[in-house]
């Protein structure tokens, strides 16, 4: 499986940026997809999930209701709408699947990732 990341760029805070990542060499619907991100200095941060049946969960308070996550499976693209950006969600956000269909556990298990793509909030 192939995943390829596209979207990132340079924002003013309280701009909005919609991520994209397609999915080649396998199926689309039946993974989880999620998105993650890191930013320079810290470790890799889980941003949220869609489940294999569309379910969604977002980490904390600091995406939700900011970020949206979606899905095209005629695309086979999974999507990051974020707005109202803030200088602290600079970062490179990374997709990520699992290698299990219809996987059905309590927590996600990403074992695939994309090579990432830069998110910058600046004045």
């Known amino acids: 499986v192939q995943l390829v990341e596209s979207g990132g760029g340079l924002v003013q805070p309280g701009d909005s940026l919609r991520l994209s990542c397609t999915v080649s060499g396998r199926t689309f619907s039946a993974y989880a997809m999620g998105w993650f991100r890191q930013a320079p200095g810290k470790e890799r941060e889980f941003v949220g999930g869609?489940?294999?049946?569309?379910?969604?969960?977002y980490n904390g308070d600091s995406v939700k209701g900011r970020f949206t996550i979606s899905r095209d499976i005629a695309k086979k693209t999974v999507y990051l709408q974020m707005n109202n950006l803030r200088p602290e969600d600079t970062a490179v956000y990374f997709c990520?699947?699992?290698?299990?269909?219809?996987?059905?556990?309590?927590?996600?298990?990403?074992?695939?990732w994309g090579q990432g793509t830069q998110v910058t909030v600046s004045l």
């Open positions: 869609m489940r294999w049946n569309g379910a969604v969960t």
């Open positions: 990520a699947t699992e290698s299990v269909a219809y996987g059905s556990g309590s927590r996600f298990n990403f074992d695939s």
